[in-house]
Nanobody
Framework: QVQLVESGGGLVQPGGSLRLSCATS????????MAWYRQAPGKSREMVAT???????RYADSVKGRFTISRDNANESVYLQMNNLKPEDTAVYYC??????????????WGQGTQVTVSS
């Protein structure tokens, strides 16, 4: 059974930093791609950053140079280091996992989300 559990959200002032963690089970024994998404009030969910099992990373333009995604295969976890946070980064952040069989996505899974609020 796949489980994704996010932690690390909270309230931070503009310019501050937070590190989000996603602890997983049932994911890393398969081919996978991990990602962080976010959803602000009244807006659609959007991709923030992705990392595949070869370590290839992609970022949304709005976070390039400020956010860093990483993964720890031994601990089956994914992280999002967020620096120089801005009020527009305020959102619920979700961990996402796509499990592959060969090149075909077999299933997609989501965590419950963690709130990030950037405000003075």
């Amino acid at each position: 059974q796949v489980q994704l559990v996010e932690s690390g959200g909270g309230l931070v002032q503009p310019g501050g930093s937070l590190r989000l963690s996603c602890a997983t089970s049932g994911v890393f024994q398969y081919g996978n791609a991990m990602a962080w998404y976010r959803q602000a009030p009244g807006k659609s969910r959007e991709m923030v950053a992705t990392i595949n099992n070869r370590g290839v990373k992609r970022y949304a333009d709005s976070v390039k140079g400020r956010f860093t995604i990483s993964r720890d295969n031994a601990n089956e976890s994914v992280y999002l280091q967020m620096n120089n946070l801005k009020p527009e980064d305020t959102a619920v952040y979700y961990c996402n996992a796509e499990l592959f069989s060969g090149l075909v996505v077999q299933s997609v899974h989501w965590g419950q989300g963690t709130q990030v609020t950037v405000s003075s």
